[in-house]
């Protein structure tokens, strides 16, 4: 008996750890249920089990970080510890712990599906911004809808409680007992050390996030690899952008630069520049974008856009930079790609900027507008726009001031005021100003929790997700917009640009890959040049090159910063797009007929994306070697240029 009691707290150790363990592969299969439909296509009964497998290197990490503490009050050899009201303290801070850090991976089984990634740090910037009562809404709002992973949280933390073991609690030899403690704690310390850098050997760096991507056999199911709490303790305290060694400069500059030059025949032409940004826009929303889908039936959900369409320029295969609202606004305005975090949330974003407003105010004396029917400051637009170079705000505290409006009786109830009437408002400040002008409005009733108008109602197609009912909706409010926009003195003098902050509800095979999360539209519109028109089969664009093809319509006639490039004066040949996968530190590239995907050291993967529309036939080494040479060393100084722009407040162009 007394042998029992001296190896309790180690038996007890063991039990409750393993009780986590347990918890964390639940937490991961629901996780997997919930996002089925990102991972079905591909995942077969072998390769899912591979991945929980790997996952357990990173729960060991996770699992160890957050009950450190725990270990040490077990093993901590000191005898007058061991009593029933020290171990009752110890249980309910282990439960209270560990059901936390469950909690976080039950709610990225839903934000994942917006993000692509695993929650790190940065979202804790994200919504600092956003006030507590919009944030308890939410809250609410989607216990309701999630109410069984509300109801899981709670049976995780029942179960923990219930079925953790407390030590034999007696200490009647207390040499022995104090032996026992403290080699065992002696050899648990250098174990926890190992299981927090996940490995023993003193050639193992700490994993970080893009170690999952050996495990897996495309860069998203890094997701499924991955648990919330390692994401959270390896984010925490780390710097954002370090600036790689590729290539020495001068290569680097003639693979690639972000600097643009005017032509010298540029002629500049003063049209006003509207740039709607549309909440959780995919180009799987639109009918006429998608021939191939219901073997010709499909509708769609955005009839104002298809007749659009017909009188504008669109891209086949158009791509978004980002996966969220945060990472859409610099990439459409200020032509930012978002590699590894957020601008939003970077020390760098307190650079000096270019933009479309900032370009078109300084030296062109547009006057210029931001509009966000959300409370002023939701998400750091305000400040963003601010330091781009918009002149002007107009948020939920203007329209609320306007008297042609009912105020907070058009408010959502959660995030911003609807769409429709927030557009017409747009419409009104736009007729008020002095032209050109550039302005730019980021909608907002497409997001969660997709809410509708009492009025609209059972109004518009609804589909397999109740987001799809809210496009639709916003697609109305666009066109009410425009026909009120139409009657406007400046309308025919306006260049009109469409896109998507990012993609959601993404659910047909094609739009569920690591490219197809990406797929939004790109829409230029101008009714005073019926030349700009058509569906390019050809050329690559993302929301990058957005800025520079602006200014390219325009002519302007002054050097800038920007990433992408002006889609109408660049040969097909020469376009791509990038993008950044973050829920595993992947690039991907997108040039000529091929995707190469880069972890950072080399390339990975590679797919002839026009024809391989599933990303099934891996190419990296049958493709030409030169072709991929070529992609490689343009992508690696795409790269260190961004960060060194980051790095160096280099993101505006000095003489």
């Known amino acids: 008996m007394m042998k029992k009691e001296l190896f309790s707290n180690v038996l007890s150790l063991v039990w409750n750890l393993l009780l986590v363990y347990v918890c964390y ?7 997997l249920c919930v996002n089925w439909d990102t991972f079905s296509e591909h995942l077969t009964f072998g390769y899912a089990m591979s991945l929980f497998g790997a996952g357990i290197i990173f729960d060991t990490t996770a699992i160890l970080y957050s009950n450190a503490l725990f270990i040490l009050l077990f093993l901590f050899p000191l005898h007058w510890k061991e009593t029933p009201v020290f171990y009752k303290i110890v249980r309910w801070v282990f439960t209270s712990v560990n059901t936390f850090f469950l909690i976080t991976n039950l709610i990225d089984c839903v934000y994942f599906r917006f993000t692509g990634r695993r929650t790190t740090m940065t979202v804790l910037q994200e919504f600092r911004n956003e006030g507590d009562g919009k944030l308890t809404s939410i809250f609410l709002d989607e216990f309701a809808t999630y109410w069984y992973l509300v109801l899981l949280a709670a049976v995780l933390f029942y179960v923990i409680y219930k079925l953790y073991r407390s030590p034999k609690v007696p200490v009647k030899q207390k040499m022995p007992y104090y032996v026992v403690q403290l080699v065992t ?16 050997t003193t050639a193992t760096r700490p994993i970080t996030l893009s170690n999952a991507n050996q495990y897996v056999e495309r860069p998203l199911d890094a997701g499924l690899v991955l648990n919330t709490p390692f994401s959270l303790f390896r984010t925490l305290g780390k710097a954002t952008f370090v600036i ?8 680097a500059v003639a693979a690639y630069s972000p600097v643009h030059f005017p032509a010298d025949s540029t002629a500049f032409r003063p049209m006003n520049v509207v740039v709607i940004i549309w909440e959780g826009f995919s180009k799987q929303h639109v009918g006429s974008l998608n021939p191939q889908l219901e073997n010709g ?15 504008s320029l669109t891209f086949q295969y158009s791509y978004s930079n980002g996966r969220k609202s945060i990472d859409g606004m610099p990439s459409v305005l200020s032509s930012i790609p978002s590699f590894v975090e957020p601008f939003f949330l970077t020390p760098s974003a307190l650079n000096d900027v270019s933009s479309i407003a900032g370009e078109l105010t300084k030296n062109k004396g547009y006057s210029s507008a931001f509009f966000h029917g959300a409370m002023n400051g939701s998400m750091g637009f305000q400040a963003f726009a601010r330091s781009v170079g918009f002149q002007k705000y107009f948020g939920r505290t203007e329209y609320n001031e306007d008297p042609n409006y009912n105020g ?4 959502d109830g959660t995030w911003a005021i609807w769409d429709e009437e927030f557009l017409q408002f747009y419409c009104d400040r736009m007729s008020e100003m002095k032209e050109p002008f550039v302005t730019s409005v980021f909608t907002a009733t497409s997001h969660g929790p997709f809410d509708l108008p009492e009025r609209y109602k059972g109004k518009f197609p609804t589909g397999d997700d109740p987001l799809f009912e809210t496009v639709a909706y916003s697609d109305y409010a666009i066109q009410r917009f425009f026909e009120k926009a139409e009657k406007q003195p400046w309308f025919k003098n306006t260049l009109f640009v469409i896109t998507a902050d990012h993609t959601s509800g993404n659910c047909y095979p094609e739009y569920v890959t690591d490219l197809g999360y990406y797929n939004v539209p790109v829409i230029f519109y101008a009714p005073g040049l019926p030349e700009l028109k058509g569906l390019d089969k050809e050329k690559i664009v993302d929301q990058i090159d957005i800025m520079p093809t602006v200014l390219g319509i325009l002519g302007y006639d002054r050097p800038y910063v920007g990433f992408g490039q002006d ?53 990296k080494d049958s493709m030409p070697q030169e072709v991929r040479k070529e992609m490689e060393t343009q992508l690696k100084s795409i790269i260190q240029q961004y960060m060194q722009r980051m790095n160096n407040n280099e993101l505006v162009y000095r003489e």
């Open 25 to 31: 592969t639940l937490s991961r299969l629901v996780f």
């Open 244 to 251: 790689p060694d590729y290539l020495p400069e001068a290569e």
């Open 185 to 200: 704690l002696l050899i648990a310390i250098p174990f926890t050390v190992f299981g927090m850098r996940g490995g023993m």
């Open 408 to 411: 907070d009786a058009d408010f």
């Open 297 to 311: 039936a499909y509708k769609g959900y955005t009839p104002f856009i298809d007749s659009l369409l017909a009188k």
């Open 567 to 619: 889609a109408l004066h660049t040969p097909a040949s020469e376009k791509f797009a990038v993008n950044y996968l973050p829920s595993s530190g992947i690039y991907q590239f997108l040039k000529g007929d091929y995707l190469i995907q880069f972890d950072g050291e080399k390339v990975i993967h590679a797919y002839r994306f026009r024809t391989d529309v599933l990303m099934k036939d891996d190419v």
